[in-house]
């Protein structure tokens, strides 16, 4: 019995140094296990917040010359500040496009900036508006793609006066700022001329549509263009009309110079703009027309893109969406870093043999 009874006890002392043994490793477990997630949770908030900058690309329209202009010496996510964007019309797709690429990128590369975005409407009292309303609104710079570069003159003018620093996009204004961001159109022109005079083997008549009379894009497009083709006697142009940067005015000029030009008698044909290009492809195609006339275009949209792959368009020079560099030249702004008071940006002639390398990089 002695026996039993000593068996018996060393037998529940056993099991319950067993039980205790398990109770206090079950507890140390769940206690170590919430102390290592709450660590754990801990660790990746701080990586999230010390994580490396998402790196910046330029895209393919921003060269050596470029990038080297808008490489930032301060960490991205070390740049604070408001910019406000004055867009000169969402009317357009070009002005969508940069839109949305420009909220895009500033939330993409600069998260603790402040980005202010406001629709000119193609409208420069309506866009003083705007740039007065950022004013007052506090921004630290100004990021202005302008309906018209001498009728915002004043606006921007109060914003430099108030100390703020003002980036122009796309199209210049006439008073002095930090910097001016865009393709020449210049460039445009002679690239688009360049491959014309190509396309044609030096030879044949051209008819040309202008953008809107007086606007600086219409004068260094069509000067561009002349300059190209000065070197070649045998391309003529027999006609040369303004069409207003609208595919419904394409259109209806290149109707009408169908019928002046019968067939036979044009070569090719030029434009500013793809809108007004696609204009003039609906009238070519209507007129039945489109295997004796090429087309050479300026702008690089998609549905250009798409067409040159149908080979229904022969080319078009890119005319490029100013983002990232509009934002990453707001961010320099913003902590004092210098830039050239103009930034080139790539113009290249988009054909049917190099249109996979530049599909979806535009609008």
Do not use: W
């Not at 808008?70 to 070390?78: F, I």
């Amino acid at each position: 019995m002695n026996l039993m009874r000593i068996m018996t006890s060393a037998a529940l002392s056993a099991l319950l140094l067993f039980m205790t043994a398990c109770g206090s490793g079950s507890s140390n477990n769940n206690g170590t296990g919430s102390k290592e997630s709450a660590s754990s949770t801990e660790g990746a908030a701080k990586a999230g917040t010390s994580a490396a900058p998402v790196p910046i690309d330029y895209g393919l329209y921003c060269g050596k010359e470029c990038q080297e202009a808008l490489t930032l010496k301060a960490s991205p996510d070390s740049i604070k500040g408001k910019v406000g964007f004055a867009v000169a019309s969402l009317t357009f797709p070009y002005g969508a496009a940069l839109k949305s690429r420009t909220e895009e990128a500033a939330k993409k590369y600069f998260p603790n900036m402040e980005l202010l975005v406001g629709d000119g409407q193609n409208d420069p009292s309506v866009q003083t508006s705007i740039v007065d309303d950022f004013i007052s609104k506090g921004v630290q710079v100004l990021i202005i793609n302008a309906v018209e570069k001498d009728a915002l003159v004043p606006a921007v003018e109060r914003a430099v006066k108030a100390g703020i620093k003002v980036i122009s996009v796309d199209r210049t204004v006439n008073t002095k700022v930090l910097t001016t961001i865009k393709a020449n159109d210049l460039d445009l022109g002679m690239n688009a001329g360049q491959s014309l005079v190509t396309l044609l083997n030096g030879k044949g008549n051209i008819v040309e549509l202008q953008g809107s009379p007086s606007a600086s894009p219409t004068i260094d497009r069509h000067k561009g263009f002349t300059d190209a083709i000065a070197g070649s006697p045998d391309i003529k142009v027999i006609a040369s009309q303004h069409a207003n940067y609208d595919q419904a005015q394409g259109l209806k000029v290149m109707e009408d110079l169908l019928q002046r030009f019968p067939k036979g008698q044009i070569d090719a044909v030029y434009t500013h703009a793809d809108m007004m290009t696609m204009g003039a492809l609906q009238a070519i195609k209507a007129a039945g027309r489109q295997n004796e006339i090429k087309l050479i275009s300026i702008d690089g949209m998609q549905t250009t893109f798409d067409a040159i792959s149908d080979g229904e368009i022969a080319g078009t020079a890119v005319y490029p969406v100013i983002a990232p560099m509009n934002v990453i030249a707001a961010a320099k702004a913003l902590v004092g870093e210098p830039m050239p008071e103009f930034i080139k940006l790539e113009s290249p002639v988009v054909t049917k043999e190099n249109v996979a390398k530049y599909n979806g990089t535009t609008y």
